[in-house]
């Protein structure tokens, strides 16, 4: 399975984005996928997490309230919606797959290649 990232961008404050993780070849309904993201310097972030098979999702306390993850089964694609975008937010953003649910980059096993997010104020 690979995983593709796409739908970052330049954005105003408080406007909105949504990216897209498209997942070639299968997924399994045991899958976990996740968003991280990494601003300059610093280290990777957890984002949110989705459970591919039952839909359980799980936030960073910096982002609940403004981004949103979902996935389309029939696609193969986990989609984030961030609204009320912050300075703050600006990063690349990496999806990720893992067959556990867990807040720590190295937890999961792949990795897509990254789409920047700039949000200026």
């Known amino acids: ?26 997924t399994f309904s045991s899958s ?8 300059p310097g610093k ?7 989705i459970r591919w098979g039952v ?3 799980y936030y ?8 949103t993850i979902s996935r389309d089964k029939s696609e193969n694609t986990v989609y984030l919606q961030m609204n009320s975008l912050k300075p703050e937010d600006t990063a690349v953003y990496y999806c ?10 190295n937890e999961y096993h792949r990795w897509g290649q ?3 997010v700039t949000v200026s104020s």
């Open 43 to 49: 280290e990777h972030e957890f984002v949110t997490a």
């Open 1 to 26: 399975v690979q995983l593709q990232a796409s739908g970052g961008g330049l954005v105003q404050a408080g406007g909105s984005l949504r990216l897209s993780c498209a997942a070639s070849g299968r």
């Open 32 to 39: 976990v996928m996740a968003w991280f993201r990494q601003a």
């Open 96 to 105: 990720a797959e893992g067959h556990h649910y867990g807040r720590s980059w």
């Open 60 to 67: 960073a306390d910096s982002v609940k309230g403004r981004f």
């Open 55 to 57: 839909g359980s999702t």
């Open 114 to 116: 990254g789409t920047l």
